[in-house]
């Protein structure tokens, strides 16, 4: 037994006690004196206070963060899980197979796909797969703004880490446009600032590195 029900079951004691005491001087209410009566209604409160808090709100709680949080369903789809495994392992194309089940299950869900081009470029080496495998799905249908900006964005990455600085701008720029008012168009600004940056910063290192070599 830990020490947190211990500390539980000696507050719950307390409070039969308490209540017990209560009813108790409650049997002759009429003839008890005014400070039996104003004790009795404290040790009431505090006896109620700490049942509510000790067993009533944990309870109340965990009801609210079931109805809250879970829909009834597994958080995680079998086939998800069966894709994290197969990366696990090693097994990447494998992985790939299980995400191509999950985008044909639920279209309109970009994840599997960011997921295929992500293993496309890390685990593969192939960014130039990876890019047209975002490209191609983002132009194959009408996505919500949320999908598209997420796909979009998932291109612009997978651009800066290729030092292709000019198509990654080109992209933020249609984001900040498509979706004008928006978080993704606010987002998209910034991250051009930023490719900007980055895009000096590589500039500067090349020269200097030219004029060490001259």
Known sequence: ???????RLCLMALVVITLFWVWHRWQDWNNEKEVYK?????????GGGILFVTVILPKFGDAVGTVMFSSGEE????????????MASGDYLGA??????????????PFPISEIAKIHDEKLEDPTTALALLHEHLESKEWSEENASFLMFRMVDLLLND?????AKDILQ???SNFP?????ANAKHRINEV???????????????DDLA
């Open 96 to 109: 790939i197979e299980e995400y191509e089940v999950m985008m044909k299950d639920n279209p309109d869900d």
């Open 181 to 185: 008012g928006t978080r993704h168009s």
């Open 75 to 86: 958080l995680a789809s079998p086939k998800g899980m069966k894709a994290a495994a197969k």
């Open 196 to 210: 900007e940056v980055a895009q000096f910063k590589e500039a500067q290192a090349s020269r200097a590195q030219s």
């Open 38 to 46: 104003l004790l009795s209604i404290l040790f009431l409160a505090v």
């Open 174 to 176: 249609q984001v900040a």
């Open 1 to 7: 037994m830990n020490t947190r029900t211990i500390i």
């Open 163 to 167: 030092h292709q600085f000019d198509a």
